[in-house]
C-alpha cells in the first residue's frame, strides 16, 4: 500500500495554469503506475491522465490531451499534473491514483487503481 497525498490545487480564471502535486510515501513508488481522476458536482468520477512506472510513457483523456501534462519524479516520490489552458469544465476535485497492475494496456478505470489520496479541489472561474 502507497499513502498519498495531492497538493497544488486553487481558485484560477480560464487560461491560466495550475501544476498539481501529489506525493507518495510506503511502498517503493517506482513500483506503481499513477494516474489523475477527476470528479465534478453531481458527475462520476473520470480519468484524466496515466503515467508508467519508469515515467516514460503517458496516456491522456480525449478532454485534456494538449493542454493537460503528467510527469514523475521517483527520486522523489510524486506525480505531478501541469495544468494549461484551464477551462471551466475542468472544476473538479482532482485525486491521484497509484496501480500496481502493469502490462502493455493502459489502466483508464478507478477500480484498477489500489490506493487513492484525498484530492485537491480545481476550481476554473470564466
Known amino acids: 500500500q502507497v499513502q498519498l497525498v495531492e497538493s497544488g490545487g486553487g481558485l484560477v480564471q480560464a487560461g491560466d495554469s495550475l501544476r498539481l502535486s501529489c506525493a507518495a510515501s510506503g511502498r517503493t513508488f517506482s513500483a506503481y503506475s499513477m494516474g489523475w481522476f477527476r470528479q465534478a458536482p453531481g458527475k462520476e468520477r473520470e480519468f484524466v491522465a496515466t503515467?508508467?512506472?519508469?515515467?516514460?510513457?503517458?496516456y491522456y483523456a480525449d478532454a485534456v490531451k494538449g493542454r493537460f501534462t503528467i510527469s514523475r519524479d521517483n527520486a522523489k516520490n510524486t506525480v505531478y499534473l501541469q495544468m494549461n489552458s484551464l477551462k471551466p469544465e475542468d472544476t473538479a476535485v482532482y485525486y491521484c491514483a497509484a496501480t500496481v497492475r502493469f502490462g502493455s494496456r493502459w489502466y483508464l478505470k478507478d477500480y484498477e487503481y489500489d490506493d487513492w489520496g484525498q484530492g485537491t479541489q480545481v476550481t476554473v472561474s470564466s
Open positions: 503515467i508508467r512506472r519508469t515515467g516514460g510513457s503517458t
